[in-house]
């Protein structure tokens, strides 16, 4: 049963506030407002902290205010997120009947909530088993909070994963140019979380993204005399010339047989590492050499190198856009990058 003896709740056809004293049957329950008590039928009553967050705000007549009269706001409008300072992803349970007339969560509502006194730009992403489900870019200011969308209950099967990136509205030489946050967590742990909420009869909740923005890291300074005295040849920067470069390669292939001799002798896992650093390499290669397109070989196979080498161009900035088609000599085994 939703309801429990000893729950205050809220009369929806009217607003009071009211405590529950006993059940009469199945359907009806014995409330107390204010002393007087009567009957009321259970889908007339709710729990007090939903109508927070559903309730539309009455529109009042507009009153004069003196300056004399003005206060100063006591409660902040993010205290029902129960969120301390930082960024936070908050989640709202909606909750609906089962055949056995028992509450079930249906959808979660997700909000972005920035307890910080910055005003941040940001770019959000959903992935569900490793797809993208759901984008959105936009901004959100101090103290505030933002409606992302809805999470359908169901997706918790898919592997969720919440991936965010932010920046300074009004950026700041002292400040990091933009961070990335990402949260992924296990269906047990949102069921805990759901029945925490519950308990403590709280509408929602949260799931720390950012504590605070970082400052702009300080650039290391390299002893050239130690270097030059270790062997290494040191160039000038205004000089350095490709010829002191590694060849680029505009078509690359990570097929493992091309990158060791024996790849039977390594794991799965040791596999992934070598054709990432791979890329790695090459694709910086790429961008000193000036390259305006690069393809690579990932082969089709379970597609899991495929979508490692998408999630880091995501988040390469020099990247104009990379498509994953069919190609005549490589079929859909291959990326082509294009560079801004």
Known sequence: MKFQQGDKVILLHSGEEAEIVDFIN???AMVDVNGVKFPVYLDQIDFPY??????????????KIYIDEVRKEKTSPLAAYKVGEGVWLSFLPVY??????????????????NQTSMHLNFS??????????????????????????DVPFEALNDSPRYDFEFSLKNPDKKKAGHVEASLKVKAKQVFARIEESRMKQEASFSYILLEHYPDRPE???????KLSD????????????KQHLEPARSVLDLHIEKLVDDPMRISKQEMIDI??????KYYELALLHHLHQMIVIHGVGTGRLRDEIHDILRLKKE?????????????FGATEIYFK
């Not at 959000?124 to 969308?149: C, M, Q, T, W």
């Not at 650039?219 to 005399?225: G, I, S, W």
């Not at 054709?275 to 790695?280: A, S």
């Not at 990247?319 to 079929?331: A, I």
Request: glycine letters at 6%; proline letters at 4%.
């Open 26 to 28: 199945r359907e009806m």
């Open 50 to 63: 939903f109508k927070r967050f559903t309730a539309k705000p009455e529109v009042q007549p507009k009153k």
């Open 96 to 113: 609906d009947k089962d055949v056995f007339d028992d509450d079930i969560v249906e959808y979660f509502r997700l909000y972005l909530v």
């Open 124 to 149: 959000y992403r959903l992935r569900l088993a490793g797809e993208v489900d759901f984008e959105l870019k936009n901004d959100i200011h101090p103290l505030s909070d933002f409606y992302l969308h």
């Open 219 to 225: 650039e290391e300074k390299a002893d050239l005399k």
């Open 230 to 241: 270790a062997g290494y040849k040191i160039y000038e920067g205004g000089k350095i010339h």
């Open 275 to 280: 054709q990432l650093k791979t890329f790695e």
């Open 319 to 331: 990247v104009k856009f990379f498509v994953n088609q069919f190609h005549p000599l490589y079929g």
